[in-house]
């Protein structure tokens, strides 16, 4: 087994202030907030939008898809195939058309209610069971909308915590979700994984990261230790 990666030097709330006066998070760069006043099912659809998407791009389809259909969910399911039409800027229309017709028959059969109401775990269990939904979608939904002390992880916050020293190279969900939730605490999870995504893309980018000029570089062991190669 290798030597344990060292770990930044600061606690989670000294990073969250230093990346709060860092980094700006902008509601037309994140999906998800910008479709967050449309309500919890919208919110959904947005974020399967967003998989594997540009927010450019996935927010462009979420809004044709908005002046398609008022996003009811049966006028989702009226589109039929014309729904891979309505949404293809988002790309890999395939597959999200497929998960936003089972989140829009899961809607008219439970209720939109239950999406906003109903037990956590049944609603995790519920989207968990649609293909095309996978942790990071249901803990976007649960940590923004529902409250519930969820870490959402995309590839800025893995590649940071592995950077980080918080997690090892190659750690599963799971382990660089509860690392992540467990250095910032619960009460900072959520906009914290905003935060990293708007980290992520000014400064910690996967190739050539800008660590001369990252407000956390005397913090940071892979920027004081090998320049963030690694």
Same mark, same amino acid.
């Given at each position: 087994?290798? !030597?344990?990666p060292k770990v930044i030097?600061?606690?989670? #709330?000294?990073?969250?202030?230093?990346?709060?006066?860092?980094? =700006?998070?902008?509601?037309?760069?994140?999906? %998800?907030?910008?479709? *967050? +006043?449309?309500? +919890?099912?919208?919110?959904?659809?947005?974020? #399967?939008?967003?998989?594997?998407?540009?927010?450019?791009?996935?927010?462009?389809?979420?809004?044709?898809?908005?002046?398609? =259909? @008022?996003l009811d969910p049966a006028? &989702?399911?009226?589109?039929?195939?014309?729904? !891979?039409?309505?949404?293809?800027?988002?790309?890999?229309?395939?597959?999200? %058309?497929?998960? &936003? /017709? !089972?989140?829009?028959?899961?809607?008219? $059969?439970? @209720?939109?209610?239950? *999406? !906003?109401?109903?037990?956590?775990?049944?609603?995790? /269990?519920?989207?968990?069971?649609?293909?095309?939904?996978?942790?990071?979608?249901?803990?976007?939904?649960?940590?923004?909308?529902?409250?519930?002390?969820?870490?959402?992880?995309?590839?800025?916050?893995?590649?940071?915590? %592995?950077?980080?020293?918080?997690?090892?190279?190659?750690?599963?969900?799971? $382990?660089?979700?509860?690392?992540?939730?467990?250095?910032?605490? +619960?009460?900072?999870?959520?906009?914290?994984?905003?935060?990293? &995504?708007?980290?992520?893309?000014?400064?910690?980018?996967?190739?050539?990261?800008?660590?001369?000029e990252c407000p956390l570089?005397?913090?940071? +062991?892979?920027? =004081?230790?090998? @320049?963030?190669?690694?």
């Amino acid at each position: 087994m290798g !030597e344990r990666p060292k770990v930044i030097s600061a606690d989670g #709330i000294t990073v969250y202030n230093i990346l709060k006066g860092s980094v =700006t998070v902008r509601q037309e760069d994140f999906t %998800a907030l910008h479709s *967050l +006043p449309d309500g +919890p099912f919208a919110l959904l659809v947005a974020i #399967i939008l967003s998989q594997n998407s540009n927010d450019r791009n996935s927010i462009a389809a979420y809004d044709d898809l908005k002046r398609a =259909t @008022g996003l009811d969910p049966a006028r &989702i399911l009226a589109l039929g195939d014309g729904l !891979e039409q309505v949404i293809r800027r988002a790309g890999m229309v395939r597959q999200k %058309a497929r998960a &936003i /017709r !089972e989140l829009a028959r899961l809607a008219l $059969e439970r @209720g939109v209610d239950f *999406l !906003e109401h109903g037990d956590i775990n049944e609603v995790e /269990r519920a989207l968990l069971s649609i293909r095309g939904i996978g942790s990071k979608t249901v803990d976007v939904f649960l940590s923004l909308y529902r409250k519930v002390p969820r870490f959402a992880v995309d590839t800025h916050a893995k590649r940071i915590a %592995a950077r980080w020293g918080l997690t090892r190279k190659g750690a599963s969900y799971e $382990e660089v979700s509860g690392a992540l939730l467990n250095f910032f605490g +619960p009460e900072r999870s959520d906009e914290a994984h905003r935060l990293l &995504i708007a980290f992520g893309r000014a400064y910690c980018t996967a190739r050539n990261p800008r660590c001369s000029e990252c407000p956390l570089r005397q913090y940071c +062991p892979s920027a =004081t230790a090998t @320049g963030a190669q690694g």
